[in-house]
């Protein structure tokens, strides 16, 4: 669900949009990053998942992150990018929905959970984390386009936050949560699942 999401909301991106500056995120996203460098790093990211889960080597993209998990490293080469810069109407390739449906399918093919992939993690572990970073990624490339709506449905918001809010003091130290903001009453999932993980939901105020 959340790779359905973050396609649909790449898919809004125009060449135009390729410098908006996006905050740092999670543990891969130190430092804040033009939205066009950010997409690309997402494809190199999906690109490797199937080699990933199968327990292959996914080829040199570099030494493990901060949480241990495998992360690109210099200039991606993504399977797709924004589109030719002189065409503004254009919007991410092919390769955006190709690699996502190749990401899904492995992930769909995993039958053990505790099985071990790259960086010592579980397979169970190295999705957790690849959706919560999918997830932010459409959370804040949405609100960076302008939209007034955080792109989270509800039937995603809520299992995310079932499934990190017992262990939020350990997604706070691997990088992926912030200190946690003020939860008002009777909130959405998706405000729920965004304030507990330190993200707001209206990063630019609408």
């Not at 033009?34 to 030494?63: I, Q, S, T």
């Not at 009777?186 to 330190?198: I, Q, T």
Request: glycine residues 10%; negative net charge; charged residues 20%.
């Amino acid at each position: 669900m959340a790779e359905t999401m973050l396609v649909e909301v790449l898919g809004r991106i125009r060449p135009p949009d390729r410098e908006i500056v996006l905050p740092p995120m999670h543990p891969g996203s130190t430092a804040p990053t033009p939205m066009g460098d950010a997409v690309a790093r997402h494809l190199a990211d999906d690109a490797r998942v199937p080699a990933v889960l199968a327990g292959r080597d996914p080829g040199p993209a570099g030494d493990p992150g901060p949480a241990g998990e495998p992360e690109p490293a210099g200039e991606p080469e993504p399977a797709g990018d924004l589109g030719p810069a002189d065409e503004p109407h254009a919007g991410p390739a092919a390769g955006v929905a190709e690699a996502a449906q190749a990401a899904c399918d492995a992930a769909r093919a995993v039958t053990h959970g505790e099985a071990v992939v790259a960086g010592g993690l579980s397979a169970r572990e190295f999705l957790v984390r690849a959706t919560l970073k999918r997830a932010l990624l459409a959370h804040y490339v949405a609100a960076y386009l302008g939209s007034t709506a955080c792109p989270f449905p509800e039937e995603l918001a809520r299992p995310l936050w079932e499934l990190t809010g017992p262990d939020a003091a350990t997604w706070r130290d691997l990088g992926y949560f912030r200190e946690p903001m003020p939860l008002p009453p009777h909130v959405s999932w998706r405000d729920r699942f965004l304030l507990e993980a330190g993200h707001e939901p209206h990063p630019l105020g609408h």
